[in-house]
């Protein structure tokens, strides 16, 4: 096992009900995990909680091993050895994609971090764009930037804050199978979170559904769509479960 979250819980100041309510989930090396829930149901704070920018009030959380809180330890966000893929992607306007990308790789010695480097531009396969600046570059290929600079550290979980928020409906579709291949070959463990059924069932390869901080029910996406619950044409199904068999 990799990842192991206990009984979570959180309210923020304020609150009359909790916003996390005893959230447990356990996670293997590599697999790719949706929280999808309605706005408001607790997703971006559940991930606040795990990238260390939020304490929850009960709960432990540990990866590989490593606790990262529970009643007696708080590890600080930059130790937790976490990436994290914003929205709006946050990649550094004045910086090239190179520059984005290095960025983390502070600690490296210059061959490895050149090393590095090409390897995660393969990866996304954006290695003639290491020149550019963002705005030289489409929503899609920003995206791509935003998730090599995640990656690049070798952390040992990324989360997702709804990635494709920012693109065309089009480009969503394509960029979802992108994504997946990407983490996929990256072997990297991920926390996605999103609203939108279509994304977490092209994406996952289990669901979370989270309704007012609780969790509703977790399954593959091919368990949950037997219980009837989502609308995914089978033709996209046939092509995840193709995919599931092949990685
Ligand atoms: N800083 C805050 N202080 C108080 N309440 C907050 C704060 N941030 C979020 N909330 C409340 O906590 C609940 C969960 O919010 P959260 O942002 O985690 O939901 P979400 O599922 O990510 O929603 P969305 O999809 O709209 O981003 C909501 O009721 C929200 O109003």
Known sequence: MSISIQDVCFSYPNAN???????SLTIEKGEVISILGRSGSGKSTMLRLLAGLEAPTKGSFTIQEQVVFDGTTFLQPEKRGIGMVFQDYALFPHMTVRENILFGLSQLKNEEKKKRLREVLELVELQEFEKRYPHQLSGGQQQRVAIARAIAPN??????DEPFSNLDAELQVKIRKELRDILKKAKITSILVTHDENDAYAIADRIVKLKDGCIEVVGRPCDL?????QSMKPTDLLQHELELQSV
Do not use: E, K, S, Y
Not at 17 to 23: G, L, N, P, Q, S
């Open 17 to 23: 009900r909790a916003t996390i309510d005893h959230f």
């Open 225 to 229: 769509l037997v219980d009837g619950q």
């Open 155 to 160: 952390p040992h979980l990324i989360l997702l």
